[in-house]
């Protein structure tokens, strides 16, 4: 009797277009691969849809796989994560339970390119005057924020921070960073100036950005008094994780112009739900999580999808988050 090919999900294709990104003929007649393309938010009802898979792909962190989901999928074996960072895996859990998590490449470019279309369309109200110029409304009604000269403030000097310090100093910016381990070398060593404080650059940036990753010391950083501290003239854009920023303070700064205005391509609640209030927000230019969403990502991802998978099926898994104890 031949025996059963492992079977594969692959979750969140949104798009649909994990089929074009990875080869998976690669994978005929070894596995059976089938493309999940809506949400399930429910744990219940995605067991009922992927309980049978040995193999699970998940792009970035739009469904969690915490202790209680990864225990209730018995077959699971090998779970795949886009990047090499998945904050909402339970890589522990999964080794205990003999599941091998494994990621794929990533690029830190395309968030950091996105992170200077949010602010130039602050700066400039690019949807404000776009919008206007659609429906024949007035000419030239805002007036731009000037980048040469301003002060960019950056929330973590890592490989994306880093990047969008570069952009900043060939604007003719003065950049300035701070994170709770950044030292003055290696802000020097990135051309950029270290802050005194979370509190000084808060308070004298006109462009604030968030680079930092999510974690207990990073969980709801700007609040309602960071939110204050900012000037009313400046602007804060978040291309990292919704949590870092308290989304109720944020709101509340917004409506009452504690800031100028706002961008964010990160959500507490992904897909943002319909009714949420930051969709109508003043001075709010939101994005739904694209900053990662590029062709040459996309094919790193599935591309390596494709080998993890490949990998362990030979009996070597390749960049392993987590092994099976």
Known sequence: MTAQKPRCAVLDDYQDV???HGDWARLAGRVDVRFL??????HDELVAEIDDCEIVVVMRERTPFPAELIARLSKLKLLVTSGLRNASIDVEAAAAQGVTVCGTPSNSEPPAELTWALILGLARHITTENEALRTDGPWQSTLGADLYGARLGLLGLGKI??????????FGMDVVAWSQNLTAERAA????RLAASKEELLETSD???????LGDRTRGLIGADELRRMRPTAYLVNTSRAAIVDQDALLRALREEWIAGAASDVHDTEPLPADHPL????????????GYVTRRNYDGYFQGAVEDIEAYLDGAPVRALGRPA
């Not at 060593?189 to 950029?192: K, R, Y």
């Open 18 to 20: 994990a089929r074009r």
């Open 207 to 213: 462009f604030v950005s968030v680079h930092l990753v």
């Open 189 to 192: 060593e990135a051309g950029v």
């Open 161 to 170: 921070g880093t990047r969008v310090a570069r952009v900043g100093a060939a």
């Open 279 to 290: 969709r109508t927000a003043p001075n709010f230019l939101g994005l739904p999580h694209l």
């Open 37 to 42: 393309n809506r949400h399930i938010t429910s």
